[in-house]
């Protein structure tokens, strides 16, 4: 094509919240970048309840028994399903940290940072994580 039949990219200097926010398009590496964010401030911010299902996970048997309670009655006013969805949250969380995070080590050491290899390994990231987490999560509620 011709460069005077090539259609002009649009130029945003100075994004509009109500006109160009909807027609812009997120590239999936800063997709993956955002979400890396994101799960390591849910891995921090739930970090209280990580260390209190460790906790009464090995102290003793009398405390495996509370664990196991929390999954299957509740715990306290917290119905099963909601402790369940939290911990599946924390399973996402967590592999979608460890693989963005072995991603960016892996550009940081490759030097590989042509926008092909970014798009196919922000997929394969994604990949991993969400098949991973809904492999996790039928497991984590009894599916087999």
């Known amino acids: 094509m011709s460069e005077i039949a090539k259609k002009p990219r649009p130029e945003f200097r100075n994004l509009n919240l109500f006109t160009d926010v909807r027609t812009y398009r997120l590239p999936l590496a ?20 990580i260390v209190w299902l460790f906790d009464t996970s090995v102290s003793s048997e009398i405390s495996f028994g509370k664990f196991t309670a929390a999954f299957n009655v509740g715990l306290g006013i917290l119905p099963a399903w909601f402790i369940k969805l939290v911990v599946l949250a924390l399973i996402w969380a967590y592999l979608h940290h460890l693989a963005a ?16 290899f970014g798009r196919h ?4 990231t994604l990949a991993f994580s ?3 987490t809904l492999i996790l999560g039928a497991k984590l509620f009894g599916l087999y």
């Open 101 to 116: 995070g072995v991603r960016h080590l892996v550009l940081d050491v490759t030097h590989r940072t042509t926008k092909d």
């Open 30 to 49: 800063a997709l993956v970048s955002i979400l890396h964010r994101v799960s390591g401030m849910l891995l921090f911010l739930l970090l209280p309840f």
């Open 121 to 124: 390994s922000a997929v394969a």
């Open 130 to 132: 969400i098949v991973l």
